[in-house]
């Protein structure tokens, strides 16, 4: 993390080894967050899978029906169980997620 050069001041030293103990913990912390992630995707059925790349498209509900020959309840359906699934609040949560997963859109507006 720093390169230190000799002697080094102790508060040097214990500085140096805090900050990249703290760096550590955060780049930990956010693998834990992205693993999680990852896990509840995998959690997806196939048909919920399809209907999370449609909604990060941006298609309403009808679109959604559309494209995979449900109606539009089912599509909600679908919808809800991929928002809860996820845990996403909202749709850009679900967009955040499905960046950080690197997952492409199947269509867009």
């Not at 720093?2 to 780049?27: G, H, I, M, S, Y």
């Not at 059925?45 to 020959?69: C, H, M, W, Y």
Request: aromatic residues 2%; proline residues 4%; without cysteine.
């Amino acid at each position: 993390m720093e390169f230190l050069t000799k002697p080094v001041q102790p508060d040097e030293l214990l500085r140096a080894v805090r900050d990249a103990l703290a760096a550590d913990a955060t780049r930990v912390g956010e693998r834990r967050e992205l693993e999680a992630l990852r896990l509840r995707h995998a959690s997806l059925t196939p048909r919920e899978r399809e209907t999370f790349s449609l909604v990060i498209g941006g298609l309403l509900n009808k679109q959604i029906a559309d494209a995979l020959g449900v109606s539009e309840i089912m599509a909600k359906t679908h919808k809800r169980k991929v928002m809860e699934k996820m845990a996403a609040r909202s749709l850009p949560d679900l967009v955040r997620d499905a960046q950080r997963l690197q997952i492409e859109r199947s269509r867009s507006r």
